[in-house]
């Protein structure tokens, strides 16, 4: 590209800081971009979300009064810094590998509750998450407790044991997917499963439900292990 050819673009470097780890502000990033023919990339650091853009003048500038207009509900920016940078010509917008780099400063948010679109699939026979305990998307779900260290992704997380299946993967990388690069992303093909153990820590045969529910009955006392600890019922 020719200098004549970039005199109509501009490219900036921004960075965000805030809660910005498991609330869709990087999948949220990418469909702006691209919605706005917008080239460049996002990736999580250890600090905040760090954006590269680059494009025709007015588009730009209205990514940048989009970003914290239209920011997930859930998010919380506290700062943004825009530094001017030389158009390149790229082409196309991705979401980038995580920069662990640096000190590790980046806000996680507290884990959040299965929202509607989740509890629809939990009640749904016809859907491949019926009654799957740890249904989650990019817009709900463990975030605080499964988390091992910053940035905010899979690898850093307590689900990296647990291989995606075609199915999960393709979520992931569906930019139209609401679990579109969501971290706790499983389902009961490949994700953690429900167990009820004995005192020993041998495992009990049959549904780990009904029959912590028989033993309830029968006035045991069973230990629920939940996100971020132990309930005795």
Do not use: N, W
């Amino acid at each position: 590209m020719t200098t004549s050819d970039q005199v109509g673009l501009k490219r900036v470097e921004v960075h965000v800081e805030g809660v910005l780890r498991g609330v869709g502000f990087r999948p949220f990033v990418h469909a702006l971009a691209r919605r706005l023919g917008l080239a460049g990339q996002v990736r999580d650091d250890v600090d905040g979300v760090h954006i590269e853009i680059e494009g025709a003048r007015p588009r730009v500038a209205e990514f940048l009064t989009a970003l914290e207009r239209d920011a997930p509900a859930l998010s919380e920016i506290e700062r943004v810094t825009v530094v001017r940078a030389e158009p390149t010509g790229r082409r196309g917008f991705a979401i980038a590998a995580a920069d662990p780099a640096g000190p590790r400063r980046a806000a996680v948010p507290a884990d959040l509750a299965t929202c509607d679109d989740c509890l629809r699939e939990l009640a749904d026979p016809a859907d491949r998450r019926h009654r799957h305990p740890f249904v989650s998307c990019a817009g709900c779900g463990p975030r605080f407790t499964v988390v091992r260290a910053v940035p905010y992704d899979r690898p850093l997380t307590t689900m990296a044991g647990f291989a995606m299946c075609p199915d999960c993967v393709a979520e992931y990388h569906d930019p139209g997917d609401r679990r579109f690069h969501a971290p706790p992303i499983c389902c009961p093909g490949c994700g953690p499963r429900l167990r009820l153990l004995d005192p020993g820590g041998g495992e009990l045969p049959g549904d780990p439900v009904a029959t912590a529910a028989a033993l309830l009955r029968a006035g045991r006392i069973v230990a629920v292990k939940g996100l971020g600890g132990y309930q005795l019922a």
